[in-house]
């Protein structure tokens, strides 16, 4: 079986593993530069805060590592903070230089659905992958995305989930709910 290594600095990392561990893979945790030398195969970058996950990854030498297995074509599932980590682009109120992996060709905006909305769920399809639960934490949205850059899915007419090449990001949380669609989909790339 394969092994998926899920970034474990910061964030809902635990809700992916036990996800993962359902579908039947074994998974490792990133913590530290270290972490990177062991044998993996598919990378997770799990929802939390974006800010300090790009400090921490910066200041533990792990943003060199994670970009150069992303660009070589390893699959990665990003969601939420994980998406802002990915995007080469931030919307400039939100840029404030923070360190990112910056591999995916979008411009996204954080915390893009103000205080009152800041949570809520849907339900959407995602194309490829189906109907899905869509849970919603101050959340991004994907404002404009590059020729390479497939839309998946529109809430309210706004990007939340894109996919380039082996690269699947997502606003949402697909950890959180019970369905494994998103998950075994991304098992599949
Ligand atoms: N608002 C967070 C950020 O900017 C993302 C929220 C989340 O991952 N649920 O990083």
Request: hydrophobic share 45%.
């Amino acid at each position: 079986a394969d092994t998926t290594a899920v970034l474990a600095v910061q964030g809902a990392f635990i809700e992916h593993e036990r996800m993962l561990s359902r579908l039947g893979q074994r998974c490792v945790e990133l913590r530290q530069a270290f972490d990177l030398d062991q044998a993996f195969d598919r990378l997770v970058l799990p929802g939390g805060e974006s800010t300090v996950q790009g400090k921490l990854l910066e200041e533990l030498g792990m943003l060199d590592g994670l970009r150069r297995r992303i660009e070589e074509g390893m699959p990665v599932l990003a969601t939420c903070a994980g998406l802002i980590l990915l995007a080469a682009r931030l919307d400039a109120h939100d840029d404030r230089g923070t360190p990112r992996l910056g591999t995916l060709d979008v411009l996204v905006q954080r915390n893009a659905y103000g205080r009152q909305l800041g949570s809520f769920r849907t339900e959407g399809k995602v194309a490829g992958i189906g109907l899905v639960p869509m849970t919603f934490i101050r959340a991004p949205y994907v404002m404009e995305a590059g020729p390479g850059v497939e839309v998946l899915a529109q809430v309210d007419g706004r990007a939340v989930a894109v996919r380039q090449g082996s690269q699947l990001a997502l606003a949402f949380h697909p950890e959180l709910d019970e369905s494994v669609l998103v998950h075994e989909a991304f098992l599949a790339i």
